[in-house]
């Protein structure tokens, strides 16, 4: 085997999914305060098509060739100079730029070690999934005991999460997701669960505190008027529409506050105790990193996708 090199996916012009191609490449060296990560699953989220596109070229200024993701889990594999904390076969996940490799070299900081008893896969899913629930839900949205909150795409990577959490909080809540996902949605914990392609959840909605919002466009317009006076809406997919907030006496927010470390502990913690569970979804193989961009493109089905780099 070669040790000096890996395969990994490199993106070498903006645009639809046949930029992304595997290509063998060296493999990096971990600098002091950094660690080399062998990753076992990498995130595939809906960043990494937004990005390839080139659509936020303003907010992720990338130099190309570049390898996406942002995510992933895997284990220690080497250790650079001054890390204390972390040691060959841990067992990790968190923030890894270039997650679409075999390896990547990432600052020990950034990475949160796993008890034996949560996967690698689920832990895969836990940034841009469980903690963007947990930002949306507590440190934007302020969710209380006893209100009322519509979390839209509930059965997607942030959404089956927010619906756990909210639950667990003791709010009411309310759901939208497609025909195939209602049961699993209302098997997370939703009180009511609304077929969002037959039946519109501004007529069957109202006096919400806070609705999560990770579709935007139409269903953002719509959702303005569910909320009660001095109401949250917390965007995931962009910045509000301050006009439409005043207008209906309710506060909008988009990404202002992330999830920090002690957030990611405690989901770690609800998830080592079974309480709180995260489904995955499809699982591919570097090789088929085209087809895993362009199903989570279609927007449709449960969970994260996850990439093995390894397989
Ligand atoms: N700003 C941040 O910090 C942040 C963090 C995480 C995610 N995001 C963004 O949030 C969005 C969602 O992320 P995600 O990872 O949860 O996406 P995802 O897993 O790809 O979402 C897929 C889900 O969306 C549902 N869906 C699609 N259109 C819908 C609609 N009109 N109404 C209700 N549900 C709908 C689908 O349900 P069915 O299959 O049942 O149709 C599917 O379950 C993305 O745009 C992502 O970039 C932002």
Do not use: C
């Not at 595997?22 to 950094?34: D, K, M, S, Y």
């Not at 519509?150 to 025909?179: D, Y």
């Not at 919400?208 to 009660?228: A, C, M, N, P, Y």
């Amino acid at each position: 085997m070669n040790t000096s090199a890996m395969q990994a996916v490199l993106v070498d012009r903006y645009g639809d999914a046949d930029v992304l191609n595997v290509q063998e490449v060296a493999r990096p060296l971990p600098q002091p305060g950094e660690v080399l990560v062998r990753i076992r699953y990498a995130s595939m989220i809906p960043l990494d098509w937004k990005v390839r596109r080139g659509w936020l070229q303003q907010v992720f200024p990338l130099v190309l060739p570049y390898v996406p993701g942002f995510y992933a889990s895997g284990t220690v594999e080497s250790v650079g100079e001054g890390v204390a904390d972390l040691h060959v076969g841990d067992r990790v996940f968190g923030d890894v730029r270039g997650a679409y490799a075999q390896y990547a070299a990432v600052p020990a900081e950034a990475l949160v070690k796993l008890p034996d008893s949560v996967s690698l896969e689920t832990a895969a899913a836990i940034k841009a999934g469980a903690d963007s629930a947990w930002k949306a839900l507590f440190l934007e949205g302020d969710l209380q005991a006893g209100q009322t909150v519509l979390i839209h795409a509930a059965a997607g990577g942030v959404g089956q999460v927010a619906v756990q959490l909210a639950k667990r909080a003791g709010a009411t809540v309310i759901a939208t997701a497609s025909a195939d996902n209602l049961e699993f949605v209302r098997s997370l914990g939703a009180d009511k669960v609304i077929d969002y392609r037959s039946e519109d959840f501004a007529q069957s909605a109202s006096g919400v505190d806070l609705v999560v919002d990770t579709v935007g466009g139409d269903t953002e317009l719509r959702s303005w008027g569910v909320l009660k006076r001095g109401g949250i809406l917390v965007s995931l997919v962009g910045d509000p529409d301050a006009e439409q907030a005043a207008a209906h006496g309710v506060t909008a927010k988009f990404n202002t506050r992330f999830a920090e470390r002690e957030h990611l502990l405690q989901i770690v913690d609800l998830i080592a105790e079974g309480a709180l569970k995260i489904e995955t979804g499809r699982v591919y193989p570097l090789s088929e990193v085209r087809e895993a961009h362009r199903f989570s493109e279609q927007r449709r089905g449960r969970g994260r996708i996850l990439l093995a780099p390894q397989e």
